[in-house]
C-alpha cells in the first residue's frame, strides 16, 4: 500500500515543542494534499499556506474550503 493510514492524537501537541516546523518543512518529501477551511478559529489558513511557502518541493497542494471551520464543517 502506497498510502500511509495514521491517526494523529493529543499526544503529538504535548510533543510539539520537540519538533521544529522549519525542520518539518526542509525535511518534507511526500506529496501531499492539504485541505483548510477559511474559517478555521484553531488553527488559521493562513499557518498553512505560510508553511507550505517553506516546503523545499512543489508535490504539496494546498485546498482551502471557503466558510468551513477546524473540521471542515459550515
Do not use: C
Not at 5 to 20: I, N, P, R, Y
Not at 38 to 46: G, H, K
Amino acid at each position: 500500500n502506497q498510502w500511509i493510514a495514521t491517526e494523529v492524537g493529543w499526544g503529538l501537541m504535548e510533543e510539539d515543542d520537540q519538533f521544529s516546523l522549519d525542520r518539518l518543512a526542509a525535511e518534507w518529501r511526500a506529496p501531499t494534499l492539504i485541505y483548510h477551511g477559511t474559517e478555521d478559529e484553531v488553527v488559521p489558513w493562513r499557518y498553512t499556506t505560510d508553511f507550505i511557502d517553506k516546503v523545499g518541493h512543489a508535490e504539496v497542494e494546498v485546498r482551502l474550503r471557503r466558510a468551513a471551520d477546524h473540521r471542515l464543517s459550515g
